[in-house]
């Protein structure tokens, strides 16, 4: 597993700073874009909340629904499937491989593993994304680049991805991910706003289960 350029505490100003790659598809790692933190967002101290920047691993395609291993959890770069996920909030987990994709669009996915049930904190969380000011690159129904899915391999209540970049929190830190959004939206090698496809969806033709 690849050594994290960054572990933040959000009482703790850093700049990270490195070029994004600027190739499409199977791009080169490079370091992640800078980012500057300078005040913990209002729920940090109770959610524990962190934000690692990581080495980008290539964004290689590889076949729809294999096995991928990602070396940050949750995924921020890396192998993913050629199709990519539909922006919107879905009930059942949607595969990785999907979403990483997403990233690479310069969206920004949220992840939560709640085994005892959230669904009061995953509406507020919707409310809060849906407030949010629209992506003029974005074409109707399509506002903003956010996907958002349950995720039982997360190994904390909450988390959020961009591209090279991870917030992860013990509980849903709105605060934090506001912040994280206006860092991070949007920063990508392939910046755009295309909408994907519904994984979930059996029209699609995906197979179940998909890794």
């Known amino acids: 597993m690849p050594r994290p350029v960054a572990v933040v505490p959000w009482a703790t100003a850093i ?3 490195g070029p994004l790659a600027a190739a499409c598809g199977d791009n080169l790692p490079a370091a992640p874009d800078a ?5 913990p967002p209002p729920d940090a101290g109770t959610c524990n909340t962190t934000v690692e920047g990581f080495p980008l ?3 290689t395609h590889v076949a ?5 291993t990602y070396a940050t959890n949750p995924p921020t770069s890396g192998a993913h499937y050629p199709i990519w996920a539909r922006y919107r909030s879905y009930p059942a987990p ?3 491989g999907f979403w990483v994709h997403d990233l690479e669009h310069g969206a920004v996915v949220i992840t939560y593993n709640c085994p005892d049930g959230c669904a009061d904190d995953v509406a507020a969380l919707e409310a809060f994304l849906a407030a949010r000011p629209a992506d003029p690159t974005c074409t109707a129904p399509v506002a903003n680049r956010f996907v958002v899915t349950p995720d039982p391999l997360l190994d904390t209540r909450f988390a959020a991805s961009a591209w090279g970049f991870a917030l ?7 605060g934090a991910l506001g912040t994280f959004i206006d860092d991070h939206y949007a920063r990508a090698p392939e910046d755009l706003c295309g909408d994907g496809v519904d994984p979930l969806d059996p029209q699609n033709g995906f197979p179940s289960p998909c890794p």
């Open 57 to 59: 691993a290539a964004g």
């Open 168 to 174: 992860r929190a013990d509980c849903f830190d709105l």
């Open 94 to 96: 949607v595969p990785r």
């Open 15 to 17: 700049v990270l700073a």
């Open 35 to 39: 980012v500057t933190i300078d005040a």
């Open 64 to 68: 729809t629904c294999s096995p991928i």
